[in-house]
């Protein structure tokens, strides 16, 4: 089974100018079984049972989750029913996974790493007037603090996924990859596969906190696995 763990919301959000049925459409033809939707900042509800249908009818899966500002940058949380305040703090976030066994990824944490303009900062590195070598990047606060890392992400480059593959490897930290699409041209580039049928969102959870699961990326019209080779191929 292999998910797109990082979609936006189809509708109702600013974030996105998706059509349902054409998301369900893309995605079924792009040989993905199902999406994540990661609202930011709460759990979508908006039109709820019409996505569901639309999806059934593609025999799709479809997932909630939210995708969380922090002081750690964007945190892909499953296993939540609501945002809960004070979530923007990674460490009260990790608290709250703990206790209701949410499963926290990280979203494209290298994005803008290489920029050098103040409005393309990293996240983490906001201020710094340096490129963080792959060792200090992969020592941050942030992998102690979360369960994965988003290692292919489709608003990100080759150069900012191979860091945050580099830091997931060496954290030992589970890898998801997603496309992060906001429009209809976005869909179908990343995915994450999984050994299992997954049902609902607590099976989701259960087989990416034992691992699971691998990052696949589209070549040739077939889903491939992932490896560092990849990174290194421009």
Known sequence: MILDLHMHTIMGSIDSNLSVEKAAKKIYEKDLNGACLTEHSSIWEKNNNQIEDIFNLYNLKVFRAIEISTDYGHIIAIGFDKYYSGSHNL??????ANKYGAFLISAHPARRIFGKEKYQQNLLYKGKD??????????????KLVDGVEVLNGGNNLAENKYA????NN?????????????ESGIGLYGTRFNNEIKNVQ?????LKNNYSEPVLQS????????????NSE
């Open 220 to 231: 040739d019209n077939a889903w491939i696995e992932l490896d560092l080779n990849y990174y």
């Open 171 to 183: 954290n030992e930290l589970v890898m998801t990859a997603g496309t992060d699409a906001h429009s």
């Open 203 to 207: 099976e989701l959870v259960f087989n």
């Open 165 to 168: 593959y580099i830091a997931a």
């Open 130 to 143: 340096y490129i963080p070598s792959v060792d200090e990047f992969s020592s941050n606060k942030l992998f």
């Open 91 to 96: 460490e009260l976030l990790r608290d709250y």
